[in-house]
């Protein structure tokens, strides 16, 4: 196992140590509104200076951007970090234990390594890159599905009356399927791709912690990973599809726009 992905896990285990505890007693967290239906608590920050904490002891050069706390090290660092310390808060804070710590490697703007983190679950998602996608110890795939009809897709869009324009594309990819979950944490939802427990992921408006570490454990399973015209664009816009290889092309042809 490469070195610095032991360093993320390290970095992984020792936030969801966290989150554990603080979830036995839910009644005692301090909740803040980041804005409408976008929250943070004190045990998403205390996760976040966990995890930088361990990275910086291993690798003080490194520049690590998180969700909570911002950019610190320089832009233009080779190697930067990029980690969401608990992608589900609103989750958490209700007790629904669906929730994860993400943390990604990038060098020189490419996704190296990976981890995510389920604590509730104690499901650890490893991927560095051209070594394949792990689930704890066993190899994982994205799924061998390949009729629309039975694909079961997890999403994360705005609902209607919130500014997209997207509604009526959404409406043809999901007519189809089997079913869509919105599970409430993207990172899982990209490691369920990469573990084959869904067939495909469809998010708008995401950030850079939603996507890197999931990202690299879809492409490592097998899946494809771009924006909603197929391109590689994904990273900077938030707008992203993932799925295993079959699934993919019949999500990104069911949302493009219908002719007459």
């Known amino acids: 196992m490469h070195p610095m992905l032991n360093i993320a896990i390290k970095a992984a285990r020792r936030a969801g140590t966290i989150i554990n505890r603080a979830s036995l007693d839910l009644e005692r ?14 045990v998403d920050r205390a996760a976040e200076e966990s995890i930088v904490e361990t990275l910086h002891a291993a690798y003080p050069d490194h520049a690590i ?9 320089p832009e233009q660092a080779e190697f930067q970090w990029i980690i969401d310390p608990l992608d589900g808060t609103t989750n958490f804070i209700h007790g629904l234990p669906n929730y994860a710590v993400s943390i990604a490697l990038t060098q020189r703007g490419q996704v190296t390594q990976a981890v995510v983190y389920d604590p509730s679950r104690n499901e650890l998602y490893t991927a560095s890159r051209g070594s394949g996608t792990f689930l704890n110890d066993r190899r994982v795939r994205v799924s061998g ?8 897709l997890g999403a994360h869009w705005p609902r209607s009356g919130e500014g997209d324009t997207n509604g009526g594309r959404f409406a043809q990819m999901t007519e189809n399927c089997s079913g ?24 708008l408006k995401l950030k850079s912690w939603d996507l890197a570490a999931g990202s690299l454990l879809v492409q490592e399973a097998g899946g494809l990973v771009a924006d909603l015209d197929g391109e590689q664009g994904w990273m900077d816009t938030g707008n992203v599809l993932a799925a295993s290889p079959k699934i993919f092309t019949q999500m990104l042809a069911a949302l493009q726009p219908k002719q007459g």
Do not use: M
């Open 29 to 42: 967290i301090s909740v803040a509104r980041k804005g409408p239906r976008d929250y943070v608590t004190d």
């Open 65 to 73: 951007l998180g969700e909570e706390f911002g950019l610190q090290g």
């Open 145 to 152: 599905r390949i009729r629309y009809a039975e694909a079961l």
């Open 180 to 203: 869509v979950r919105r599970l409430g944490s993207t990172v899982l939802d990209l490691a369920y791709v990469a573990s084959g427990r869904l067939d495909g992921f469809c998010g």
